[in-house]
């Protein structure tokens, strides 16, 4: 009799540790899961750049693009703006908001210094500039120094 208790013990003992493994295998396969799918709920966003955008439109037939990601997880921003054609060295470049295409706003995040295209970078947001972000209410604007107010803008939208 005390060899069956004994072997029920053991088995017991066994069954307990396959569940152990199961439940840690189960929750190892969430954590990836969840860190996978944290890239994959990103916001992509992109801009525009032009002369006509800016306010006051003006002539410069200098362009560019820009490419985002905002992770609302982290709330962490990151871009990728190009452009070409400008009339002279970058002086500065911004993220600019809250305002609606057509109007203007303060400078919110600066996209970095005077530099070559492209301009790579990120940020991690406030709340409220998370929130005028995804609104659509933040444009980008590339400075020279023959158009310090911005040569070339473009609201960020949604792709």
Known sequence: ??????????????????????????????????????????????????????????????????????????RKLTWKVTFTGLSGPLVAAHFHGPAQPGKTGSVAVKLGGAGPSPLVGSATLTDAQAADLLAGTYYINIHTAKHPSGEIRGQVTRQ
Not at 10 to 29: D, M, P, Y
């Open 1 to 74: 009799m005390g060899n069956r208790i004994r072997q029920r013990h053991r088995q017991a003992e066994s069954n307990g540790a396959i569940l152990a493994t199961k439940i840690l295998l189960v929750a190892l396969a969430f954590g990836a899961s969840v860190v996978i799918a944290g890239s994959v709920f990103a916001e992509q966003l992109k801009a525009t750049l032009d002369g006509k955008s800016e306010v006051p439109p003006n002539g410069s037939k200098a362009t560019g693009m820009a490419e985002l990601d905002y992770d609302p997880a982290s």
